[in-house]
């Protein structure tokens, strides 16, 4: 079989084989390339995680499990999710502190979901897809928060 008859990833798969052992990148560029790559939330505030109730679970607290309480605090605002799970779907419902408008991106390994917070800075995000999430919180006229990943 020619590669003119392979499928397209196979292609792919074989070419980048093939740069990898020929033309692999170097060390030094990897390394510049992971140091920039840290630059891209440079206009946010990383959260702390502060309370997780999964961290409390077995201190004698009561409600489903299918219920995770996360509050997040990044200089003088705090971010309160709740991540709801009912079977395969997942709901975010989340309230910024000090309240007031913002634009919420959801990260997934799929993509992102977006919302947007009302006047009180509260949101609601259906659809969240399980795995590994992360939540951006973007105020008006604010610095945005960025959560740690958070794994189901």
Known sequence: MSTSDLPDDELVRRLAR???VHDPVPPEL??????AFT??????????LVADSRETAGAGLRGPSDVR??????????LDLELLVDGATRRLVGELTPAGPAHVVVEHAGGTLTEDAD????????GVPPGRIRV???PAGGTA???PWLDD
């Not at 990897?30 to 140091?35: K, N, P, T, V």
């Not at 006047?119 to 259906?126: C, D, K, M, S, T």
Request: aromatic fraction near 10%; include cysteine; glycine fraction near 4%.
């Open 39 to 48: 630059w891209r939330t440079v206009d946010a505030e990383l959260a702390e």
């Open 136 to 138: 951006r919180c973007e």
């Open 119 to 126: 006047e009180l800075g509260r949101f609601l995000v259906a």
């Open 69 to 78: 309480l996360l509050t997040f605090s990044a200089g003088d605002q705090q």
């Open 18 to 20: 093939a740069v990898a």
């Open 30 to 35: 990897l390394a510049f390339a992971r140091e």
């Open 145 to 147: 928060v960025v959560t």
